[in-house]
């Protein structure tokens, strides 16, 4: 079965700084990957997916991830983190077919100071 | 537009009643998902449907657990019994369908407890 991992459960930085937060999926076939953040007291909202093509993507509010095929990877990126941006951030993967669920890692929770 | 909406919000019930959650999905999407989201379980799907068939039920935890989707739009799931292992935030998804790179969109979900 599909799974997904997000390497750090909780990870608190100060304004400005560079935030990557580590996803591996395990399934070997095409698969189409995601990253949904959810802001306190909101719902998922989707920050940025990756289907074909280049495999460095850029989504809203300066993030971006890069998919590594040999590593099983999709590595979310930002420069300079903002206090606003803290939320907890879902990786998710499906398969590449029509209809197939999202297998979403654990989270990870991402706290700002000001 | 409108987004997917969920009633109700929060819904608070007693160990052993039924609960429905209600789910209205993006107008035209022909897909719908339940996931639930609970501590230390994260978020797992429940059942997947494509029109009004669940060609994909597999994440429905029990047979305490079903849905339905009536004219290709509103879907209900069903609890019925509730135990406390049941106490959740259940969300729906909908997708435009028709291709595999289509986005699953969220509502806010019902935050489920059961006393």
């Known amino acids: 079965a599909q799974s997904v991992s997000q390497h750090n459960h909780h990870v608190i930085l100060s304004e400005a700084a560079s935030l990557e937060l580590g996803c591996n999926y395990s399934?070997?076939?095409?698969?189409?990957l995601f990253w949904y953040v959810q802001y306190p007291g909101q719902h998922l909202q989707l920050l940025l997916k990756?289907?074909?093509?280049?495999?460095l993507v850029k989504g809203i509010k300066g993030f971006e991830a890069e998919f590594i095929k040999s590593k099983f990877s999709f590595n979310l990126r930002k420069p300079s983190v903002q206090w606003s941006d803290t939320a907890e951030y879902f990786c998710?993967?499906?398969?590449?077919?029509?209809?197939?669920?999202?297998?979403f890692g654990k989270g990870t929770t991402l706290s700002v100071s000001s | 537009g409108a987004g997917v909406s969920q009633s109700p919000s929060n819904k608070v019930t007693e160990k052993g009643k039924d609960v429905e959650l209600r789910c209205d999905p993006i107008?035209?999407?022909?897909?719908l998902y339940w996931y639930r989201q609970s501590l230390g379980q994260g978020l797992e799907f429940l059942i997947y449907?494509?029109?009004?068939?669940?060609?994909?039920k597999s994440g429905l935890p029990s047979d305490r657990f079903s849905a339905e989707r009536t004219g290709g739009s509103v879907s209900t799931l069903t609890i019925q019994r509730t135990q406390q292992e049941d106490s959740a935030v259940y969300l729906c998804?909908?997708?435009?369908?028709?291709?595999?790179?289509?986005?699953?969109?969220f509502g806010p979900g019902t935050r489920l407890t059961v006393l």
């Open positions: 998804a909908s997708r435009l369908a028709g291709r595999s790179q289509d986005t699953q969109y």
């Open positions: 990756y289907f074909s093509g280049d495999p």
């Open positions: 107008s035209g999407h022909t897909a």
């Open positions: 449907f494509q029109g009004n068939s669940a060609p994909d």
């Open positions: 998710a993967v499906n398969e590449g077919q029509a209809g197939t669920a999202l297998i």
């Open positions: 399934y070997g076939g095409t698969v189409n």
